[in-house]
């Protein structure tokens, strides 16, 4: 009986797409891909382990670190820093880049990542993921420093993200649309069960944190003000609202059925331009958005096209659904 394409042989049939491909990209993405069975098997196995619950540490964003935080970002690291394709590492969980030991080769890549998504759902058992980005290094087999990060979006080779979900799904793209693949725990494998997916143009359904609402700027306040008023008001059609509080969880939907995600800036802190982070949530999200055929922007510009200034650098976040998100762009711009 036939197992259906793995997800090695789609990424050494993908390879043979790329010009000059040595195999190295096809080695990286199976160390990712064994970090996050590695992390799926974690996540599900939860309070059996004793891996729930908060440390009383904080990460650089200020955040209180789940003891999953910690281990999940250890599993990224050990799987994939031994292998000799990677310069160099970066993480949501660390304040710096994380050196590639020196018992260990160098590599032409860079991995960004965060580990856990969403974790603070971990408790509650709501669906988080690990959301990764590869970028090439600037000078391969060097030692990358925090500046060898601050590439655009645009310069990603490939993006993806892991949804520990009702199922386990690995969502990808490296440039030649997207593609989702389940777990089949039986046989350990990710089995290709989305083949091209594509976000629907137009969409009915919005995700927003409400309670942010009265530090919205107003093109989003106008625009959800809108949707809210339905049928009645100028969009002349009823709305539906989602906020899982779990980013991979919310685009998973809008690539599944459309859907527009808004993380806007706010003037709850003045000092913070969103909260969500451009190297690591923005910019693979936006990649894979992209790919699908829909739109990612700040509000004012093309996420993909912005040129980082650190490595932990916060953005506006609105993608999904390509209609969609322009009607909110035509409120920023008026
Ligand atoms: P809030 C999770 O912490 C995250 O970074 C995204 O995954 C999610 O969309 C957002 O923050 C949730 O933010 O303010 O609703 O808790």
Partial sequence: MHTGTTLTQFIIEEQRHIA???????????????AIKTISNAVNKGALIGVMGALDSENIQGETQKKLDVITNEMMIRNNEWAGHLAGMASEEMDEVYPIPT???????????????????????ISVGTIFSILRAQVPNRAASEADFLQPGVKQVCAGYALYGSSTMLVLTTGHGVNGFTLDRDIGEFILSHPDMKIPADTKEFAINASNQRFWEAPVQRYVAECLEGSTGPRGRDFNMRWVASMVAEVHRILTRGGIFMYPRDTKDPGKAGKLRLLYEANPMSFIVEQAGGVSSTGYERIMDMTPESLHQRVPVILGSKNEVEVVLGYHKS
């Fill in 20 to 34: 000059g491909a040595t195999g190295e990209f096809t080695g990286l993405l199976n160390d990712v891909v064994v």
């Fill in 103 to 125: 018992k260990y080769p160098l590599g032409k890549y860079l991995m960004v990542f965060d580990p856990l998504d969403g974790s603070s759902n971990v408790d509650i058992n």
